[in-house]
């Protein structure tokens, strides 16, 4: 059988897959409420643990996280070779930036591209956890963390001696994060970012 005739259906099973808003509506279903109007208005975990609370955040970043890892999962159980996974792991994180859902809006993609890392890679993964909890604890910037999770990808892959397309990968993940993360960015600049709280309570400062 030819691959793409299995490649092209998965990919576009993880693109709806990425699109379903969990963030959205764990927070309607645990406090009603819709987190799109109120703190950030992203529908990602940080906004949900500032909006919602822990176990609503916890949810959501579980969910996002298997959007990225299921779809990989799977084309790895059916043998596809690399460039499918990848592409499919692509297809489940622009399906969460730019969801069918919301009409073309979305998240920033962090923990499914976590998730489609851990399955392409999990000893990346892993490190780029240690540098998100470390950047978290250090600075409560959850942009900030995710965005050097993110960073610390490429070169932990190529450092791994993973083959070129996983590191390209990475930074195809890294380039995508800094395009959604543009106006944290800015306000990480400016000084008016939000932060998070880490300990108990999870409200933004």
């Known amino acids: 059988m030819d691959s793409w005739s299995v490649t092209l259906p998965l990919a576009a099973g993880a693109y709806l897959a990425g699109s379903i808003p969990f ?3 764990i927070a309607r279903l645990a406090r009603g409420i ?3 109007r109120h703190g950030s208005g992203n ?3 940080a906004n949900v643990l500032r909006t919602a609370g822990r176990g609503p955040a916890a949810a959501t970043l579980l969910a996002d996280a298997l959007k990225g890892l299921l779809p990989v999962l799977a084309g790895r159980a059916l043998d596809l070779p ?3 996974l990848l592409l499919i792991a692509l297809a489940g994180i622009i399906g969460h930036n730019w969801s069918l ?3 073309g809006k979305g998240g920033k993609g962090i923990a499914t591209s976590l998730g489609a890392t851990l399955a392409l890679a999990p000893l990346a993964a892993f490190i780029g956890l240690a540098v998100w909890a470390v950047v978290i604890v250090a600075s409560r910037y959850a942009s900030l963390a995710s965005l050097m999770m993110i960073a610390s990808l490429p070169p932990a892959l190529a450092l791994m001696g993973y083959p070129q397309a996983y590191w390209l990968f990475g ?3 890294l380039a995508l994060a800094l395009y959604r993360h543009r106006a944290n960015i800015e306000r990480l600049i400016g000084g008016t970012e939000l932060k998070i709280s880490i300990g108990f309570g999870g409200h933004a400062d």
């Open 82 to 84: 690399l460039y499918a």
């Open 43 to 45: 529908i990602g975990t």
């Open 101 to 103: 859902f919301l009409r």
């Open 171 to 173: 930074v195809a993940l």
């Open 34 to 36: 819709d987190v799109r």
């Open 23 to 25: 963030g959205l509506l």
